[in-house]
């Protein structure tokens, strides 16, 4: 198959990257840059077809420019041009998070720190690479849809793994507050005549076999630290990684440890990681708390792989793309070796955000997942395993699990 050629003198490292998401990770085409007598503008060509492309300031990491034009997606160039817009800028501003790094005083954020959502229902770096393609006369392949459920493991068990003390703490504060359910099965439990609720971790294990997908979790293993560190000990922990062999188990860094990224206490962060009884390189940050202004650190901290792409209280796709890719350090204009793969639905963000209930997160995922069909990308589905437990407050979200997981495991025809 010929290569999609990029005519230019001498491309900036920005439009390279831009380039490399489009053709190579988009669409899985050869491409090559060669050069050309363009300054203004990259010539794509593709047999007897070509375009040419404007260039914005961005590909030229002029970015107060850029910040002063109020650059938005797609990043439009004023001028006669088969194209109005720079791909690879476009590219570069979604999936490197422009607008956290260049923007990030001025955009809104919750109460942990995290960017909250903008609209991202579509994988719209996905959609103009297919587009692109379409006008080159390039039929995309679609044929590359998988789909990858994961597990985060922030409180382990409902009941089990606590302290004597712990446990009749927590018993009279169910007795103190009329909690009558919990405190009976916490007495169930204790007798050997219930299974603990959250250990839910065999059902889990079937749903994705009989589905032919393997189970990937990331467990928190942190000192307990209120309000938002509070899973169980080391111990029980670590006992149960080890009960789970089929499982691939990759590191939860804690609240407290992106806090000490976010207060430059890199030594801190690491501290963690290499207390971590399991694979550390591979991580999600809890409560999503990672973004473009980390990934840097991560790469100094020996991390490799981040599923942490995500809005906390959004579904969709958060920078536009739906596919493991390479991170950019957008400061010092460099790809990182740091493989990113962005989560498209979450169990919290369909029902503590958006207030669905289980049918209509079930039809959300699915509009969710034919977006991702239709451009051949990777479906990352989070849930945790309190949320597939049908107890309490997640009642009846253990069928929907069941239902996204064999919606998102059918193949792409």
């Known amino acids: ?79 006669v041009s088969d194209l109005n817009y720079d791909p690879f800028a476009s ?34 770096v996905e959609l103009m690479a297919v587009d692109l393609a379409k006008k080159l006369g390039i039929k995309p392949d679609t044929t590359r849809y998988s789909y990858q459920p994961t597990i985060d493991v922030d409180i382990a068990f409902a009941f089990k793994g606590r302290s004597i003390s712990r446990s009749i703490l927590a018993s009279i504060r169910d007795f103190v507050f009329l909690r009558w359910e919990r405190l009976a099965l916490r007495i169930k439990l204790v007798l050997g005549n219930k ?17 032919g997908l393997k189970s990937k979790a990331f467990f928190l293993c942190a000192n307990y630290n209120r309000p938002f560190d509070v899973g169980l000990s080391r111990e029980v922990v670590v006992k149960l990684m080890q009960n789970l062999p089929k499982w691939d188990v990759y590191w939860h860094p804690s609240y407290l440890a992106i806090d000490k ?30 973004d473009a202004r980390h990934w840097p650190y991560l790469v100094k901290a020996g991390v490799s792989e981040d599923y942490s792409l995500g ?17 950019f350090d957008l400061v010092a204009d460099v790809e990182l070796p740091l493989t990113l793969h962005p989560v498209i639905a979450m169990d919290s963000s369909l029902k503590s955000y958006l207030s669905l209930s289980p049918n209509q997160a079930v039809e959300l995922v699915a509009k969710l997942n034919d977006e991702v069909r239709n451009v ?23 069928q929907a699990y069941e239902e996204i997981v064999d919606l998102c495991s059918r193949p792409n025809n």
């Not at 603990?196 to 971790?201: F, G, K, L, M, Q």
């Open 261 to 290: 990224l976010n207060n430059d206490d890199l030594d801190g962060f690491v501290s963690e990681k290499n207390s971590f009884p399991g694979e550390s390189s591979v991580m999600r940050a809890h409560f999503l708390r990672c």
């Open 311 to 327: 809005y906390a209280d959004k579904p969709g796709f958060k920078s536009g793309m739906c596919r493991p890719y390479p991170a």
């Open 195 to 211: 299974t603990d609720p959250y250990d839910t971790y065999s059902r889990i294990e079937n749903i994705h076999e009989s589905n």
């Open 91 to 124: 590219a570069v501003f979604m999936a490197a998070g422009w607008e956290e790094i260049y923007r990030g005083d001025h955009l809104k954020k919750d109460q942990h720190n995290r960017f909250v959502g903008t609209e991202c229902d579509k994988p719209v």
């Open 376 to 398: 051949g990308g990777q479906m990352i589905t989070l849930f945790h395993n309190t949320s597939v437990s049908d107890f309490e407050e997640w009642k009846g979200w253990r």
């Open 1 to 79: 198959m010929p290569k999609v050629k990029l005519s230019y003198k001498n491309p900036t490292s920005r439009m390279r990257y831009g380039a490399k998401l489009l053709f190579e990770h988009c669409l899985g085409i050869d491409y090559c840059w060669v050069d050309g007598d363009e300054y203004e503008s990259v010539v794509i060509s593709y047999r007897d077809k070509s375009l040419n492309s404007p260039l914005h300031s961005l590909s030229f990491s002029q970015d107060e420019q850029a910040l002063s034009s109020g650059v938005q997606f797609p990043c439009e160039v004023l001028g």
